[in-house]
């Protein structure tokens, strides 16, 4: 019993080990309020930097599984009104991405292109290489396979000019699965085998799974099943030890086929359910039908008619649902057998003439495919109709925008020059003023001076001075009064004082001086006394 324990106890601590590294893993990204998050950046302002927020939010909306289309929604609407072209070429993409999820493909090329369309008119390459490789992915889906190769072929050729290795693989695994639809299994090996090298290189595990998966296929479409089965393991081993939606399930598709082609039918019908749960989980509508096709293909062999029926016309169901050339195909295929083997040859023929009559549509796809790009040409040339039209509207408004720039930089030097103009005038104002009043101080001071030199000369005169000077004044024909008055503004009186001294009025005196300027012939008290002092 303890040898038992011991024996499995390696494996048990593997378990344990994958366990705990996973429980690790799931524990370094914690979840995110989206809710709080957009309401908080809802109050920001509308610039460039919001809206990768918002896009960044509603990527992470995807990844915790509770899809916010509002906020994408937002986005787009904040790309518009400012004209972030970059912005609104994201949201189309994603929009695209959308739209492919929901198996809506014709609409998922019509927002791809659309976002093509705004990334022409932006620098972003690597994004523009992102749009081109989801375009080919919607474009495979429809089954038209030349413009997914050409997107796929754009998209390489751009990743190699910029050196993205992830951009490179993602291209060369598009134009794989492209070779692989059109039977150039040769040719897509290659192309597989050079993305497995660039993934094990940037150690992208997802990635070397989705490339051994395809190498895989392509040996499996070969005949070379012991090859297909090493590298279906070893896709499958990376699914189980790092898990993403229903990627498991593909490989156990892969492997029911495999088992089916080896003609170990119940082997096929154990991978095959073991794939239907996750199929159904994540609502993979394509791989699900074709499960439910093969595994009524083993029933079939296995002789469990009743089984085999009922999970043909579900798997029928499913691909006539979402329009699945390959699948419908496969789907009336495995009817005939069933009703051959049964030996109801009426339902047969029945199911031979659907599959015929589906196989005529089929070899008119052409016509069929360019329908479809007729239609896709239609909604984006509106489309593109819509963005020339707000191209030209953002460099309108951009125009109008350096237009009224200008006129507020012309407004504004005008407006500093006639400031600088009346600041100088006012400063010259105000220079000449001081000019003018420093001359009338300098004449006051001179007059002053005088004065004071004519006081002088009054104080310093004698009493014959005195008399003589009023004989003098004789000359003048000046009445007594006159002299008088005169006397006192010699001595610097003024006419409050001369009235006083003279004891008569004001104007009296004022008359009196009136008559000494006439009569001396003089403008002033100062030519008064300077003509009287030279008498």
């Known amino acids: ?54 896009i960044g939010l509603y990527k992470t909306s995807i990844r915790q ?66 749009c081109l490789n989801s375009i080919g992915v919607s474009y495979r889906k429809l089954n038209m396979e030349n413009e997914a190769y050409n997107s796929y072929l754009q998209a ?61 296929e392509v040996y499996l479409n070969n005949e070379r099943y012991d090859s297909a089965r090493v ?17 498991v399930a593909l490989i156990y598709n892969f492997l029911g086929l495999l088992s089916q082609k080896e003609g170990d039918y119940i082997k096929s019908t154990l991978y095959y359910e073991k794939a239907i749960p996750m199929l159904r989980k994540f609502k993979n509508i394509r791989y699900l039908g074709n499960t439910q096709i093969n595994i009524g293909i083993n029933k079939t062999h296995t002789k469990e008619y009743k089984q085999a029926l009922a999970s043909i ?17 496969l789907g009336y295929s495995a009817l005939v057998e069933y009703y051959t083997q049964t030996n109801n040859y009426k339902e047969a023929l029945l199911a031979y003439k659907n599959a015929t009559k589906f196989h005529d549509s089929i070899v008119n796809v052409a016509s069929r495919k360019n329908m479809i790009a007729a239609q896709m040409q239609y909604e984006s040339a509106k489309k593109d109709t819509k963005i020339k039209k707000l191209a030209e509207e953002n460099e309108l408004s951009l125009q109008e925008a350096r237009k009224r720039s200008i006129t507020l930089w012309v407004g504004a030097i005008v407006s500093a020059l006639i400031i600088a103009f009346l600041l100088l005038f006012i400063n010259l104002l105000h220079k000449n003023r001081a000019l003018v009043l420093e001359g009338k101080n300098i004449e006051l001071k001179k007059y002053m001076e005088r004065i004071n030199e004519l006081r002088a000369q009054v104080k ?41 001294e003279l004891f008569v009025s004001k104007n009296t005196v004022k008359t009196h001086i009136q008559h000494i300027y006439t009569k001396l012939d003089v403008k002033n008290r100062i030519q008064a006394m300077k003509k009287v002092a030279t008498a």
Not at 168 to 185: F, K, P, Q, R, V
Not at 231 to 247: D, S
Not at 313 to 329: D, Q, V, W
Not at 460 to 475: A, F, L, Y
């Open 1 to 54: 019993m303890l040898l038992v324990r011991f024996k499995y106890l390696p494996s048990f601590l593997l378990f344990l080990a994958l366990l705990l590294g996973k429980s690790y893993g799931q524990g370094t990204r914690p979840l995110v309020d989206v809710s709080s998050e957009f309401s908080d950046l809802k109050t920001q302002v509308n610039d460039t930097l919001k809206v990768e927020k918002l």
């Open 65 to 130: 599984g509770a899809i916010r289309n509002d906020i994408l929604d937002e986005a787009l609407r904040i790309s518009k009104s400012i004209f972030y072209i970059n912005g609104i070429a994201k949201c189309f993409n994603r929009l695209g991405i959308a739209a492919r999820n929901d198996q809506d493909y014709i609409q998922s090329v019509t927002y791809h292109k659309r976002a093509l369309g705004y990334f022409e008119k932006s620098t972003d390459t690597l994004s523009k290489i992102k």
């Open 156 to 216: 390489l050729q751009l990743s190699e000019a910029i050196g993205n290795d992830k951009s490179i693989a993602i291209a060369l695994s598009g134009i794989g699965n492209i070779l692989l639809d059109t039977h150039e299994y040769d040719q897509a090996l290659p192309a597989f085998m050079r993305a497995l090298g660039i993934e094990k290189k940037n150690n992208n595990l997802r990635g070397q799974e989705y490339a051994y998966a395809n190498i895989g």
């Open 231 to 247: 590298y279906f393991n070893k896709a499958l081993k990376l699914a189980i030890e790092n898990p993403r939606k229903e990627g």
């Open 313 to 329: 016309n579900l798997g029928l169901r499913n691909a006539l649902k979402i329009h699945s050339r390959e699948n419908i195909t």
């Open 460 to 500: 310093n005169r004698s009493v014959e001075d005195e008399n003589e000077w009023i004989s003098n004044m004789g000359q003048f024909d000046l009445s007594i009064r006159e002299i008088d008055v005169l006397r006192l503004i010699s001595k610097g009186y003024n006419n409050d004082e001369i009235a006083e």
